[in-house]
C-alpha cells in the first residue's frame, strides 16, 4: 500500500514546513503581531522590521502549527521582503484568492514563489492554515497585536 | 450453557444498513473512524423521517385532524423509546432538547438560576466537553455560584480522592460531569460519584454523550439526578437529543424558554406553565429529528448493548494494541474502564496534517481539540488526532488506519 499524499504536500512545503528559513523571535522588530485559529488552537506571531524607505526589510515567525501553516509563514516571509505596505495588501489579496480557487491568474514572481500552496484550496477546512500568518502580517502592518483566522 | 454469552455482532450485516459507508472519498473506500463527532445514519432512521413526510406530515400537539395527530403519536413514541432507553421511571422525566449542549444550558438556567444559591458550587472535571464547562462559567459569572474542577490522574481517570475532598465543604450543589470522556474514552465510575454526591447532599448530572453510545445506561440504577443526551452521535438525526431529570426536580425547576406549547394558560397579566416535560419545550419541536431519533433507539436495542459493547470492546483492544506498536505515537488516556474513542499524536507530524493525509486516504478522523481545551491543557499539548469506533467499525478498518499512520509517519520523517 503506498501513501497517496494529493498534491497538497508537495516537497517544497514539507522542506519549508520542517525547516522554515524565517523562523524564530528576532532580538529587535519594529511591528509584530499573533494570529490565532480559534478552530484548531494554531497560533502564529510575526515579527516585522522596516528599512528606512519603509519597505519590509525582514520578517520572522514564532509557530505553532501544522505543516502547511509554518510553511505558508516561510515562504511569505520571503514573498514580502523588499516589498512596501501596499504591495504586500495586494500580495495577501491575490495569495488569498489562490488558497480558496487554486488558480494564479497573472501568476508574477511574488505569486510563483507561493503557488505551492495553491492545493490547499482543495481542503478548505486548511484554507486557514494558509492564511493565518498573512493575518498576523496585515495587523503588524496595521499596528494591531491581534489577528484571527476567523 | 452457564454462561450467557452476547450475541456476536454481525457487522456485515450492519454495515449493510448504512447506504454511506458503500461511498467513496477521494477515490478509495469510507473509512469512517469519526463516529465520535457524529455517527452515520442506518436505512431505518433515514426512512423513518422520509416516510413521516411523505404520508402524514402535520404540527404536533395542536392539531384536531388525522395528519397532526398520527404525526404526534409517531413523535410522542419516542418519548416512549427515549424511557425505556434510560430506563427512566416516567416518560413526563423526557425532556426533549436539541442536543447535549441545550440539555445542559437548560439545566444551567433552570436548575442552576433557579435552584442553586449565591455562594453554592457546581463542581465539574477536567476532562469536560465545552458544553459542560461554557455554561457554568456563565452561571458563576452571572450568579456567584462556585466552578469547582475535579483534576485527573495521568492515566486520565477521575481523582476519587480529589472529587470527594472538593465535595466536603457540603457547598456543591450539582456535580456535572462527563459519562465517558470524548477525547480520553474514560469511563467515570458514575455510580460511585452519585454516591459520594448524595452523601454531601449535591445532585448529579451525567453527560453520556458518548456512554449511551456504547454502553447500557439505566439512570435508575445509576441514582443519578439528570442524563443528557444527543441523538446524532446515537445514529439518529441532529437538531434532537435528550435531557432526562427526576420528576421532582423537574417539576420545581422554572422553565428555560417562554413560547408556545410550554404554557398551561396566558393573559397579559401572567402564564402559566404546562406540566413536564412540556414546560421545557417551547415552540415546535424538532418533530422529524424526533420520529429519527426513535428509530435510531430502536435500532440500537435489536443489535443490543451487550453486542456492542463486546464489538467495541474488541476494537478498542485491536486498536490500542495496533497503533502503540507505531514508533513516535502517543495515545492520550489509559484508564481501565474505556470506551471506543483513541486519541493520539505522531511525532513529527501535526495532527492536522495527519488527518489531511489519512482523508485523502479515505480515511476520516478528527484533529484538533475536541472542544476540550482545558483538557488539552492538562495533557500538555494543543491537539490530537482522534479516532472513534461504532457498531459499523471493522477490525480491518483499524488495521488501515494502523497501516497508513505508518506511512504517514515515514513521509514526514
Not at chain 1, 17 to 41: E, F, L, S, T, V
Not at chain 1, 110 to 138: D, E, F, I, N
Not at chain 2, 316 to 338: C, K, M, N, P, V
Not at chain 2, 354 to 381: F, Q, S, W, Y
Request: proline residues 4%; charged residues 20%; glycine residues 8%.
Amino acid at each position: 500500500m503506498t501513501l497517496d499524499v494529493g498534491d497538497l504536500y508537495q516537497e517544497v512545503i514539507l522542506e519549508h514546513g520542517r525547516r522554515p528559513r524565517h523562523a524564530g523571535r528576532p532580538p529587535r522588530y519594529d511591528a509584530a503581531a499573533r494570529g490565532d485559529n480559534p478552530m484548531c488552537g494554531d497560533r502564529v506571531e510575526v515579527f516585522l522590521s522596516y528599512a528606512a524607505d519603509g519597505r519590509i526589510a525582514d520578517t520572522s515567525f514564532d509557530a505553532r502549527g501544522c505543516a502547511i501553516s509554518i510553511a505558508s509563514a516561510d515562504l511569505m516571509a520571503e514573498a514580502v521582503a523588499g516589498a512596501a505596505p501596499e504591495e504586500v495588501v495586494q500580495v495577501f489579496s491575490r495569495f488569498q484568492d489562490m488558497a480558496r480557487t487554486g488558480a494564479c491568474p497573472e501568476c508574477d514572481a511574488t505569486l510563483q514563489m507561493l503557488r505551492p500552496l495553491a492545493g490547499v484550496h482543495a481542503y478548505p477546512s486548511r484554507v486557514k492554515c494558509a492564511t493565518l500568518p498573512w493575518h498576523a502580517l496585515m495587523a503588524a502592518l496595521q499596528g494591531e497585536g491581534q489577528a484571527s483566522s476567523e | 450453557m452457564n454462561h450467557i454469552v452476547p450475541a456476536a455482532l454481525d457487522v456485515a450485516r450492519i454495515r449493510r444498513d448504512f447506504p454511506i459507508l458503500k461511498q467513496t472519498v477521494h477515490g478509495k473506500p469510507l473509512v469512517f473512524l469519526d463516529s465520535a463527532a457524529s455517527a452515520q445514519k442506518p436505512r431505518v432512521v433515514i426512512d423513518a423521517m422520509v416516510t413521516a413526510m411523505e404520508t402524514q406530515y402535520a404540527n404536533v400537539h395542536r392539531g384536531l385532524h388525522w395528519m397532526s395527530e398520527r404525526t404526534t403519536e409517531a413523535y410522542e413514541a419516542t418519548r416512549d423509546d427515549a424511557a425505556r432507553l434510560l430506563n427512566a421511571a416516567d416518560r413526563a422525566e423526557i425532556v426533549f432538547v436539541r442536543n447535549s449542549t441545550e440539555a445542559i444550558n437548560l439545566l444551567a438556567y433552570s436548575y442552576g438560576r433557579g435552584m442553586l444559591k449565591p455562594g453554592q458550587a457546581v463542581l465539574i472535571s477536567a476532562m469536560e466537553h465545552h458544553s459542560n464547562i461554557v455554561p457554568w462559567q456563565m452561571l458563576r459569572d452571572e450568579r456567584g455560584i462556585e466552578l469547582r474542577v475535579a483534576p485527573i490522574t495521568d492515566a486520565g481517570e477521575l481523582d476519587m480522592e480529589a472529587f470527594e475532598h472538593l465535595l466536603a465543604d457540603g457547598k456543591v450543589g450539582l456535580v456535572a460531569i462527563t459519562h465517558m470522556s470524548n477525547v480520553l474514552g474514560t469511563y467515570t465510575p458514575a455510580e460511585r460519584i452519585v454516591r459520594i454526591a448524595h452523601a454531601h447532599g449535591a445532585k448529579v448530572l451525567l453527560d453520556g454523550s458518548q456512554a449511551i453510545v456504547h454502553r447500557r445506561v439505566d439512570v435508575q440504577a445509576l441514582d443519578c439526578d439528570f442524563y443528557a443526551f444527543t441523538g446524532h452521535k446515537l445514529y439518529g438525526p441532529t437538531g434532537i437529543g435528550v435531557l432526562w431529570g427526576r420528576r421532582e426536580l423537574l417539576e420545581a425547576m422554572p422553565p428555560f424558554m417562554g413560547g408556545g406549547d410550554m404554557i398551561s394558560s396566558v393573559t397579559y397579566e401572567r402564564s402559566t406553565w404546562a406540566e413536564v416535560p412540556h414546560k421545557f419545550e417551547a415552540g415546535t419541536p424538532a418533530i422529524l429529528d424526533g420520529i429519527g431519533l426513535g428509530a435510531a433507539i430502536r435500532y440500537v436495542e435489536a443489535i443490543g448493548y451487550d453486542a456492542i459493547a463486546a464489538h467495541e470492546r474488541a476494537l478498542t483492544e485491536h486498536a490500542i494494541a495496533r497503533l502503540s506498536a507505531i514508533e513516535g505515537l502517543t495515545i492520550f488516556g489509559h484508564a481501565q474502564d474505556r470506551g471506543g474513542v483513541v486519541s493520539f499524536t505522531l511525532e513529527g507530524a501535526h495532527p492536522h496534517d495527519v488527518a489531511t493525509l489519512l482523508d485523502h486516504n479515505g480515511i476520516a478522523v478528527r484533529a484538533g481539540h475536541h472542544c476540550a481545551e482545558p483538557l488539552m491543557h492538562r495533557l500538555g499539548i494543543d491537539s490530537t488526532a482522534r479516532a472513534s469506533f461504532a457498531v459499523y467499525t471493522t477490525l480491518a478498518e483499524i488495521d488501515a488506519l494502523a497501516d497508513t499512520l505508518v506511512r504517514v509517519r515515514e513521509f514526514f520523517a
